[in-house]
């Protein structure tokens, strides 16, 4: 069985990400792929690695007739635009995965608070799921509607999966400090992104309201069975690809290293994208060793002599943290093998 | 049918990326990798990118008897230990594809110049096919003895082929200049390739006899029917993976851009990873679209103002510059679809 | 008057830093400078940056006759090497500065616990001055014997002075997040530090113990009052100069933004080689505005919502994190001009 | 003597660069700083390094007024706009130094065809100086009006001076490749120049008929003394700073190393910013050597066995390349010591 997909938004990273990843997919046929600053203009003209696949194919304007001719839709669109579209394509009986952040967040509120609009379709955040399989599997089987996770938000939760699932930290004092590749940024230059503006920046940036924090805090609440309030600071850093989420935490008495070993092991143990790294030679995870891939790589440092550990995820941002985790959704909602044209390995050294 | 590969010298970078490509690879099964540094160690304690995949395999010392268990033999080793196995293998009936340079030269005086050894089978010399598919594609299909070739060599020739096949440029006038990554040196760490000493630099070296000029003349060489010499410097710039041949030329005369341009079709036009770039929006060849993948993208600028053409080749130099293109001849040599394990897409942006 | 320096330990990232600052400052001379490995060579062997400046200046090995023909003497080696040299140049009437770890720390047995050996001059631990002017600049003054900070230790101090000094935050949970380029780890190549290994990493290391939280707490806890116990997590990045430290603290209670200004304005409003960073354009500190320099840019992010804060110091690290600070603490020891070849503007776009 | 300086262009990289180093000048004063996009802000505002010099000084709209209460203006511009105000400044007896190409060719013509708009001022090509004192020195010396080379050109001239006057080579077969850092396409963002794409290209650009060559062949011709056509093809690398030409080039029968030597002795040996680089341990010139410094280095590589050299300058682009190279001229032309303000050190490692 072929499943026929439409891309909205495909000139982007993440869309040009979802197309290099489709590309290899055995069960997928992409039968449209928008853009409103490129429609006419073949795809290779944006993203030009992806000459020799994908023939002459072209960009579209965003034309939904055409669109639903697919089975499944993927959007990749800024903050606000997706709830123009979503509505209808569900309405047609078809299954869609959002990349963008418009059904993340389970609060109306949250959105005026966080993204300064109201959300038009209340009740379709209560039915849309958190696309991260590592908490929502059997949910996103079901599902109609994905909502792909931010790629902070996708570190910063996997690093504190098994911290606060297995009661191992301190709830009042989590700290995550974020580092992330120039790609994170999206495709749109601005005097920031120049290059020798951004190359060689330790750039701390949105460092008291970054909006993904809204989404970090209440998928890990859920985890907590209580409110959380995350301190929360990205950096961008030289990178293209990458995202370390680094969690400072504070331990319960009594929690060794020991326990949070089998907090992993019970956590990420059968998770296929998940990779638990304990050194030598790499003691902890880097996102050096994940680029081009669907891994997490999580693990942690105890220091007992402080009573803290720190827990980290790396992620290439635009894979695990966007288009990877995305199809890796897909495939588990439409019943595929998860891992399906997401087990390549990842590129290195690159 | 599953064909059995060892691959003796697994830990550089070339092994690793010939272990990242046969993962993907549906008819091979690797069943040895060696490592006289690593021995005994998991592959990734080296290749920690390549944790998911290999379960649990750990590199060896170089045993032929486990190594001839395998249909196929890779070999990466310095220039100069090849020749210790190579024979051993071909009698025992194996096929070898070498990515060193031990019989990539056709006259064995070659090796004493360039290489500085005695080469100790001259006979095989002329039995070992010069693994460039562009250029030999039939004898690799009949060849027990693929002599893959080097990253540079390969962007050179490749940037030439057009040019020098129909006869459109000065043959006593052609200087190559080569851009690459800092992976083309290798694993090993040196003085010169020290983080803060090799980023930022635009290093010309070996700038006046670089070892692989000796494949170059002698496949272009072959080409033109004359004896040529060619002027070649290489440059190390800030990438990791990249190779950049810009082959400065003069046309003959009446030559124009038309011309030029029907002999890439003519060459190339049925090249399965060869990409032909006529811009926009990307007017010349560059390595930034290949990373990760196979391809070798090429094209020229033409410039009648001062009668003279330049002629580009990009790779990445890890992959058609050394583990690609052996995969590539290894697939022709078996009968297998050329393309196997290698239609990836190139990672961008990275 | 020219004061007559020797450096010992020149052919290093620090000593070359010392070499590029004091070919500038108007009143040194450079008598000997010297290198076990290089001894003999051209000091622009090792520095071929320094063409055209010092002559046919040579390194020689380590001769006290001829260095303590000097009036001062920098020292920059590895840890417990400079044990060896200091008494005899103190009782020989020499001013010192050392840039290494020997004598930072106040207590004896903090050598045996960070740095595994046992200190020989218990002493003069106690005479030397931690070389921060920004701490102890009447102490440098009176100094005979100055011990210059670390990179790392810098950018941590800097980055909390005013927090804890003014009181702002809660002493119990602060964790420093440290983002370095890769000249901090010096001079000498290794696996880690192979270009195309150590490019792009975001790469956490020594995440539970790294030698220089010893001095960030002896320092910040003489501040406080009390002893501290800090949190502290290095990340190696991909540029080669900048060091950023983010401290993250929860605020006591009434903290607001303008408590925390006037604080930055009480420490630091009349430091010469502190910036107070508060946006537009660039609203936190970022090493790469102070490539180069001796500039400490210093901020923070207030986050009323969670009641935290996180104080940011960024720093050159071979600058004001090494050659830079110990030629400032070198000025206030002598009675010169404190900015005395230290007030070069950064270099920016690098 | 002070001598009063105004800056039209000054919140570019090049009048960054020009600010940066006038903030050493012993002689300089800085009295205007325009910029028409940020007239009224800060000039920290856009050089935030700068934070620390220049007190409070904020950038202006072009006041000829306010501008000609200075005795020297410095321009830098894009192409066709200098044109309207240097008249007027010449006419009130300023001296200016015009950083911008409109009065670098001396034919009128030239404009059309690489600049596409008519010369208003043919007079003024014929009393403006070339900038570059290695070739002007004296002209330099009495001039009102100093054209200052493109960093292109300046690399490309400065690798080519000893091989064309010393008559080694054949003029009819050069090719110039130039590598240059990102930093060269100045301030402005675009597609091209957006950090994820800009970063780890090698990338041929304006292959066929960059703007410089004509500088290049007009000053190099007069060298020569015939009329030259030199092949140009610049490539983007990822460094910020720095500019490399490699020259290629075949050497006239009887040349050889000791010929070439000499030349470079006679043309260069008493340059105050050109530095001969004769490995080891770096064996030719690279631009990683002289970032943030006024240095030229030059060198060669000669290969007898294919009769050719390559002839090689590696410059920072900013630097020698504009605003170092500028001062240089405005020293000279004022009678200033030619080094003043510009024998900073090169940043290393950078």
Redesign the interface.
Known sequence: MVVRVSIIGASG?TG?ELL?IL??HKEVEVIAATSREYAGKPIT?????????YGNMRFIEVNLDKIMEADVVFLSLPAGVSVNYVPKLLESGLRVVDLGPDYRLKSPEDYMRWYGFEHPQPDLLEKAVYGMPELHREEIARARLVASPGCNSTAAILSLIPAIKERLIDLD?I?V?M?V???EAG?????G?????????????E???HRHVAEVEQELSKIAGREL???F?P?A????????A?S?T?LNSGVDEVRIVKAYASCYGKEPFI?IIRG??????????????N?A?VGF???G????A?F?A?IDNLMKGAAGQAVQAFNIMMGFDEREALM???????
């Open positions: 990273y040009g290099r590309a290899l003209h944006v993203h030009p690695h992806l000459r020799g696949f004092h700290a400090d580092k590749g120039s790609s495709r749109n230059p601005t005097p992104t120049h290059h020798p503006e951004r190359e060689n920046v330790i750039r701390p940036y460092a008291s309201g309030r995350i301190a600071v950096h850093v030289s990178s293209i690809r990458g995202a370390l680094t400072h504070w990779r030598p030679p790499v003691g902890y995870p880097d996102p050096k060793y994940v680029i081009g891939s891994f790589d440092a105890y220091d002599r402080v009573g803290r720190a980290m790396a390549i390995p990842p590129l290195k050294p690159a």
